[in-house]
Nanobody, 120 residues
């Protein structure tokens, strides 16, 4: 299986920036999506951004233009650069890995989450 470890969360002021990282280890597959979801207290877990191993990217409308996702495939790491942060961005951010190759095609893996708090 794949293990995911997130880092980079913390407390920032509105309008500030933060960069999250997620490193994957274990049974890594060549074709996969890596991305980010977030969940605020009392709300459903929501999609934020994802990037395929082939390079394509997708963003939620709420973060488009403010957040940028990138990957370092050599190190199986995905990043989320968050700019112009708003209090509404406050949530636990979860790294997601979806396999599209091999025996475990379609399998989802999740990190433990990292807290992002944006103060007003």
């Amino acid at each position: 299986q794949v293990q995911l470890v997130e880092s980079g969360g913390g407390l920032v002021q509105a309008g500030g920036s933060l960069r999250l990282s997620c490193a994957a280890s274990g049974g890594i597959f060549s074709i996969n999506d890596m991305g980010w979801y977030r969940q605020a207290p009392g709300k459903q877990r929501a999609f934020v951004a994802r990037m395929a191993s082939g390079g394509s990217r997708n963003y939620a409308d709420s973060v488009r233009g403010r957040f940028t996702i990138s990957r370092d495939n050599a190190n199986n790491t995905v990043y989320l650069q968050m700019n112009s942060l708003k209090p509404e961005d406050t949530a636990i951010y979860y790294c997601n890995y979806r396999n599209y190759d091999g025996r475990y095609y379609g399998r989802d893996y999740w990190g433990q989450g990292t807290q992002v708090t944006v103060s007003s």
